[in-house]
């Protein structure tokens, strides 16, 4: 589970820390850390270029910057302000021999340590030059705690900021790295520890990752199991219009957990989908958890049947058009930007520039966990707990992928999981499958469906083993 901070939490914990280490002791393990990354991702016969800010995170930049001159590295090394920079880390980067320089040029590797986690977001002047420099130049860039501009606490960028290839971030990861545009611009993420773990208070959103089979190991059917007690899911999606929403879903539904699908919706529908499905179950009967709204008829009645069935309740696309004012935590509400922009009364490129508060409002609004599908969605639940999906491609905005995660979604809430852990974990999952199918190119929704069965079965290998 990757867990991310505030930065007032983050602040705190290094105070603490401080008492026990001193502040110069997390400036060396900070700085000792990014110098490896750097050894380890820049070539030893290549320039690397540190850009260097005012205040602690300069001065991570420069010891840094002093460790990789010491072991050979030619270093250059571009001072946003001589009188503000780091004193100390000035004076061990010139004695290591690193070589200054006014402004970035021809170099193809650069240390962003301009801005840390006390600036506000957006760069100017000076320090957006640089950045429009690597914007132009794309040099690989490695990010000093977080890319220069960022919101650190919420993701957004209302202005110029640095884009980077790696964020190496000390102590935990901060929300702006793993949430919206920030997310974005962080790159691949490597969490370094320094000594203030310890002294961190409860996390300000979690990720799950591929690792974290074992939390989930009761999914794993025992020998006394039956197709009842591993969870029915009832479906009523699709419509004339859009039958292969009907299809997508259910197998979505089938490549979880559940043990059996049930299937409501007209006719001719359900005949379409048991003769291509024949394990359904075609009407209503008793479920565990239903899924309703995908590709579906614009019509409030599925939405009032399946919430007096009193089990948890995935609603999406038409369904969220008739929610009744006041939900519960067991319904998993699962809009796109769009979506949520209209249940909330907002412009759509307000929630895609900052989703994060955007979700929390739907969830506490309709007392119901909200999971915001996006390039980094979010699963938050009405208490505010949050959960960020890490995975996925650029390649899962398709159609149909929505309806697959739904069916996915709904099978892991009748298997037993709450709406958080059901919608955290089926983003991940999805996401999986996606980046497993994006190998080979371009793929339609239908092979993420054939996927996560393998991509599930992979998560929780470690579990089965045992």
Same mark, same amino acid.
């Given at each position: ?12 914990? &290094? ?6 280490h001193?502040?110069d002791g ?5 700085a ?17 270029? @540190? ?6 995170? =300069?001065?991570d ?6 460790r990789?001159?010491?072991?050979? !590295?030619?270093?250059?090394?571009a ?7 780091h ?7 010139? !004695? ?5 320089v #006014?402004?970035p ?14 600036a506000?977001?957006?760069? &100017?002047?000076?320090?957006?030059q640089?950045?429009?420099w ?17 919101? @650190?606490d ?7 900021a ?13 929300p702006?790295?793993?949430i =919206? ?24 959103? #979690?990720?799950? &990752?591929?690792?974290? =089979?074992?939390?989930?190991? !009761?999914?794993?059917?025992? *020998?006394e199991?039956?197709?009842?007690s ?9 419509? *004339? ?24 919706g ?25 899924v ?7 019509d ?14 995935l609603l ?30 907002v412009?759509?490129v ?6 994060? *508060? ?62 958080l852990?059901?919608?955290?974990l ?10 497993r199918?994006?190998l080979?190119?371009?793929f339609?929704?239908h ?20």
């Open positions: 589970m990757l867990s991310a901070y505030r930065v007032e939490q983050i602040r705190a914990a &290094e105070e603490s820390a401080a008492r026990v001193g502040w997390l400036m060396q393990a900070a000792a850390a990014l110098a490896d990354v750097v050894a380890l991702r820049v070539p030893s016969d290549a320039t690397t270029l @540190v850009l260097v800010g005012p205040g602690n995170n =300069g001065g930049a420069l010891f840094a910057a002093a990789l001159s010491d072991r050979g !590295h030619r270093v250059d090394i001072l946003l302000d001589h009188a503000k920079a004193e100390a880390g000035l004076a061990a980067a010139r !004695h290591a021999g690193a070589r200054f #006014e402004a040029s021809d170099q193809r590797y650069v240390v962003d340590g301009l801005f840390g986690i006390g506000r977001p957006g760069l &100017e002047g000076r320090a957006a640089w950045a429009d690597v914007r132009d130049e794309r040099p690989y860039v490695i990010a000093v705690d977080t890319p220069s501009g960022i919101g @650190v919420d993701g957004t960028v209302p202005g110029t640095v884009d980077a290839d790696v964020t190496v971030t000390f102590g935990g990861a901060k702006g790295l793993l =919206g545009r920030g997310a974005l611009a962080s790159g691949e993420l490597v969490v370094c520890g320094v000594g203030i773990a310890e002294h961190l208070s409860d996390p300000a959103c #979690e990720a799950l &990752e591929l690792g974290d =089979g074992a939390r989930f190991a !009761h999914l794993v059917p025992g *020998p199991s039956h197709k009842y591993r969870g029915v899911v009832g479906i009523e999606a699709g419509s *004339p219009e859009y039958a292969g929403a009907a299809h997508l879903c259910v197998a979505g539904a089938q490549a979880g957990t559940a043990g059996m699908v049930r299937f409501v007209q006719r001719e529908l359900c005949d379409r989908v048991v003769d291509r499905a024949p394990e359904v179950v075609a009407g209503r009967g008793h479920v565990q958890a239903w309703v709204g995908p590709g579906g008829i614009d409030p009645e599925p939405v009032r049947a399946a919430l007096d069935d009193d089990v948890p309740v999406d696309a038409t369904a969220l058009t008739h929610l009744p004012p006041r939900l519960r935590p067991d319904v998993l509400l699962t809009p796109h930007a769009g979506e949520l922009a209209r249940m909330l009364e412009e759509r307000e929630v895609e520039a900052d989703p994060w *508060p955007h979700a929390r409002t739907a969830a506490r609004r309709w007392d119901a966990t909200v999971l915001l599908k996006g390039p980094r969605t979010l699963v938050v639940a009405p208490d505010g707990r949050t959960m960020v999906n890490t995975s996925g491609t650029s390649w899962l905005a398709t159609a149909g992928a929505g309806d697959v995660l739904a069916g996915f979604a709904g099978s892991l809430l009748s298997s037993g999981l709450d709406t852990s059901a919608g955290a089926a983003a991940l999952l999805h996401g999986a499958a996606a980046e199918a994006a080979a190119g371009p339609p929704a092979h993420i469906a054939e996927l996560l069965p393998s991509v599930l079965g992979d998560f929780l290998v470690p579990t089965v083993a045992r």
